[in-house]
């Protein structure tokens, strides 16, 4: 016989640094021994990423922003539109002018573009030989031209944005100020893009309207170059992810009054939007890739990789005060794809659901308690089986939940990333820390006749905020 054991965490409540804590999970001789607990890999020990750094900055501004009812029910400025602008239209936006937007910068720009619901403005001193009219109106075909369009997948998944400044469109500016938040490209991170809710409520640096912000090709750029191609084959994903953000503040906060989606299932959530944009958008609006899929869901598989390689290493419920490291934001796609595989009417497209987790004043792991009807560390329990189950078709999946309806992983990661400890007729001890969300994964296998495993998960006198859990599923 064999059975898969996970030992992990169920604790679904956001903390600034985590819930996380030590544990010890072994056979009863094992588990006893007195050593002392200690943390398995410093999987949070590496160098800050400049880019997540700084969205992390503007989810937690955001926050702050919507824990403060005056900025949402004081006066505002005149709108500087009260119709949508035409091509030709001059406007100047304030853009961030550092990673902490502690000061900001007046952009003089033009409108190139004007769709039924998309403006794309292009700012004025963008650097010259890069961007091209033509670039432009691809650009704004694929956010709101011929249906299928970015606008209409996320719409349909996630519910409405606002229309603060009346003017019926979704405006995204493309300047050189946004190629400049990311200086050198520290360790090759680049802003490519960002949403921030300051512009939904009433601030002196608010732009007072729906707005997204975009780098513009610079291969030319002193500090940090980047062509055509790499701009062009990054940005309409960075766009459906940021709109989903967009759409989240205003569903959460500017209609309901209540505080912005916690970070790591909002970000699920918008790594879900990339992957509609792939599944649903016709091959041909994604050229230079052999699909849209490819383009809009690369990344996201990729960093699932990451994060089935170590789970243990990293959170899926990530600190308040982080925006994710890559493997987590694998682990958050992975948990939001798979809720969707198995509770959305829609399992391919999840739109009941999706809707569901925006249209309320819910967040985090409360949020899907709420939309679903089950306890957050039975669903995790389940999700973390079925990232290991998922590797080997031919292991039963006994309650048709251990597996992604959606992905064909096994075949697409070829060896496969999540290899969980092995114990044959024997003991086994293992030490780590448990991070909310996430567990440690083992295989014991018993000869015909072998004696009973007594298993034991232990931990320290506050192991009980940890939520600790053991899922047992027979494999053999």
């Known amino acids: 016989a064999q059975h898969l054991v996970v030992a992990y965490s169920g604790a679904g409540s956001e903390a600034q640094n985590g819930i996380s804590g030590p544990y010890a999970l072994g056979t009863k001789s094992a588990a006893s021994a007195s050593a002392p607990f200690q943390a398995s890999r410093a999987g949070l020990a590496s160098a800050p990423d400049m880019a997540a750094e700084f969205h992390a900055m503007l989810r937690s501004r955001e926050s702050e922003l919507a824990r403060d009812p005056?900025?949402?029910?004081?006066?505002?400025?005149?709108?500087?539109?009260?119709?949508?602008?035409?091509?030709?239209?001059?406007?100047?936006?304030?853009?961030?002018?550092n990673v902490s937007c502690s000061s900001f910068v007046n952009v003089l720009s033009t409108a190139k573009f004007v769709g039924p619901r998309g403006a794309i403005f292009v700012d004025d001193t963008v650097p010259a030989g890069g961007l091209s009219q033509q670039d432009v109106d691809s650009l704004g075909s694929l956010f709101d031209g011929a249906s299928p369009n970015i606008y209409g997948i996320d719409t349909t998944a996630f519910g409405r944005e606002s229309d603060l400044d009346n003017n019926g469109v979704?405006?995204?500016?493309?300047?050189?100020?946004?190629?400049?938040?990311s200086g050198t490209c520290p360790g090759g991170s680049i802003i490519l893009g960002y949403f921030f809710g300051l512009d939904l409520v009433n601030d002196p640096h608010s732009n007072q309207g729906e707005v997204?912000?975009?780098?513009?090709?610079?291969?030319?750029?002193?500090?940090?170059?980047?062509?055509?191609?790499?701009?062009?084959?990054?940005?309409?994903?960075?766009?459906?992810?940021?709109?989903?953000?967009?759409?989240?503040?205003?569903?959460?906060?500017?209609?309901?009054a209540g505080n912005t989606e916690q970070t790591w299932l909002n970000e699920g959530l918008s790594h879900f939007a990339e992957e509609?944009?792939?599944?649903?958008?016709?091959?041909?609006?994604?050229?230079?890739?052999s699909s849209c899929l490819q383009q809009f869901a690369n990344g996201n598989v990729g960093n699932a990789g990451e994060?089935?390689?170590?789970?243990?290493?990293?959170?899926?419920?990530?600190?308040?005060?982080?925006?994710?490291?890559?493997?987590?934001?694998?682990?958050?796609?992975?948990f939001v794809r798979w809720l969707m595989d198995h509770e959305a009417a829609d399992t391919l497209l999840g739109t009941d659901l999706t809707r569901a987790l925006l249209a309320t004043t819910q967040v985090g792991a409360g949020n899907v308690v709420a939309a679903t009807g089950k306890a957050f560390a039975g669903l995790v329990g389940e999700w973390q089986m079925a990232n290991f189950v998922e590797s080997d078709p031919s292991i039963p999946d006994?309650?048709?939940?251990?597996?992604?309806?959606?992905?064909?992983?096994?075949?697409?990661f070829g060896t496969y990333p999540l290899v969980p400890d092995n114990v044959t007729n024997g003991t086994y001890?293992?030490?780590?820390?448990?991070?909310?969300?996430?567990?440690?994964?083992?295989?014991?296998?018993?000869?015909?006749?072998?004696?009973?495993?007594?298993?034991?998960?232990?931990?320290?006198?506050?192991?009980?905020?940890?939520v600790p859990r053991l899922a047992v599923v027979r494999i053999q």
């Open 212 to 256: 997204f912000y975009g780098l513009v090709p610079n291969p030319n750029g002193a500090s940090c170059a980047v062509d055509r191609n790499f701009v062009f084959g990054n940005l309409p994903p960075v766009l459906i992810h940021e709109f989903q953000h967009m759409i989240s503040f205003n569903q959460h906060v500017m209609l309901r």
């Open 276 to 289: 509609l944009g792939g599944r649903v958008l016709p091959g041909t609006r994604c050229p230079g890739f």
């Open 170 to 181: 979704v405006i995204v500016l493309l300047s050189d100020a946004v190629n400049k938040l």
């Open 70 to 97: 005056a900025l949402r029910s004081a006066p505002r400025h005149s709108p500087p539109q009260a119709i949508p602008p035409v091509v030709g239209t001059k406007r100047t936006f304030q853009v961030c002018a």
């Open 398 to 412: 006994l309650s048709a939940r251990l597996r992604y309806r959606s992905w064909d992983f096994a075949t697409i």
């Open 429 to 466: 001890a293992n030490t780590g820390t448990l991070r909310g969300g996430s567990g440690k994964h083992v295989i014991i296998t018993q000869g015909a006749n072998a004696a009973p495993v007594d298993l034991q998960l232990k931990g320290s006198s506050t192991f009980s905020s940890l």
């Open 307 to 334: 994060y089935l390689t170590s789970p243990d290493d990293n959170f899926l419920v990530y600190p308040g005060s982080s925006f994710g490291t890559l493997p987590e934001r694998g682990g958050s796609w992975l």
